[in-house]
C-alpha cells in the first residue's frame, strides 16, 4: 500500500497543509515586522554578543 492511499484514508488531511502555511506566514511576518522596528541600537548590540569577551556584561 502507498503512501498517499494512508493519507486519503485520513478525514480533513488537506486541513494540515494550510494551517502549516498560515502558521509559518503569520510567524515570518511577525518576525519581519519586529527585525523592522525594532531599537537599531538593540540589534547592533545583539549581533556583537557572540564576539564579545566580557562575560560580566548584564543584558
Known amino acids: 500500500m502507498k503512501f ?6 485520513i478525514d480533513g488531511v488537506s486541513l494540515y497543509p494550510m494551517v502549516s502555511l498560515v502558521l509559518f ?10 527585525a523592522l522596528k525594532a531599537d537599531k ?16 556584561q548584564v543584558l
Open 4 to 9: 498517499i492511499n494512508y493519507l486519503q484514508s
Open 25 to 34: 506566514t503569520a510567524f515570518f511576518l511577525l518576525a519581519s515586522l519586529w
Open 41 to 56: 541600537r538593540t540589534i547592533a548590540h545583539n549581533s556583537r554578543i557572540p564576539l564579545d569577551n566580557d562575560n560580566t
